[in-house]
């Protein structure tokens, strides 16, 4: 499982906790991670997967870079 699907399975208060963990609030998560329209800081995908450590999930930092420029980069390739 990636890191998306991981995120909305949990239930609501789970995924408020989570952002807590993160730094972030619930609401930026889901309107501009999860649709990846931005790409975290360096400060906020450590503690990202941070998060996703204290969640014990099979999701290492290096899996979120691959999330979030995985489509950046197939992004900038079709506007070329």
Request: hydrophobic residues 45%; proline residues 6%.
């Amino acid at each position: 499982m990636d890191f998306k699907s991981l995120y909305q399975a949990l239930p609501p208060e789970e995924r408020v906790r989570f952002a807590g963990i993160a730094g972030t609030t619930r609401g930026y998560i889901e309107v501009h991670l999860m649709t990846r329209r931005k790409v975290p800081k360096p400060v906020l995908m450590k503690n990202l997967a941070g998060a996703c450590e204290a969640f014990e999930w099979p999701v290492t930092q290096d899996d979120l870079l691959a999330f979030f420029y995985r489509t950046a980069a197939s992004e900038t390739a079709s506007a070329a």
